[in-house]
Nanobody, 118 residues
Framework: QVQLVESGGGLVQTGGSLRVSCVAS???????MGWFRQAPGKEREFVAA????????NYADSVKGRFTIFRDIAKTAMSLQMNTLKPEDTANYYC????????????WGQGTQVTVSS
């Protein structure tokens, strides 16, 4: 069983920065980890992802150039550095992990709230 625990998030003003982090524990063979977000009344959307072992990254168009995903190979952990935050970035951010290189993610965290005030 894999557990994903997020940390970070909080309240920040428009233009500010925040970092959210996620650590995986348990028995696993994770090859992808990603961040998704869900705002009230909206569907969950992809934000960013990183692969193991290559470290390839990809981002949603809405966050390119503002968000950066990092990974910690030793801990099977990752972080999302969010800069130049906008009110539309307000959402609950979820960490996800996958055993396969394509397809759905297999494991999900509980989420951490990010609120950007205007």
């Amino acid at each position: 069983q894999v557990q994903l625990v997020e940390s970070g998030g909080g309240l920040v003003q428009t233009g500010g920065s925040l970092r959210v982090s996620c650590v995986a524990s348990g028995r696993f063979s994770i090859v992808r980890m990603g961040w998704f977000r869900q705002a009230p009344g909206k569907e969950r959307e992809f934000v960013a992802a990183v692969t193991w072992p290559a470290g390839s990254t990809n981002y949603a168009d809405s966050v390119k150039g503002r968000f950066t995903i990092f990974r910690d190979i030793a801990k099977t952990a990752m972080s999302l550095q969010m800069n130049t935050l906008k009110p539309e970035d307000t959402a609950n951010y979820y960490c996800a992990a996958a055993n396969r290189r394509v397809g759905d993610y297999d494991y999900w965290g509980q989420g951490t709230q990010v609120t950007v005030s205007s």
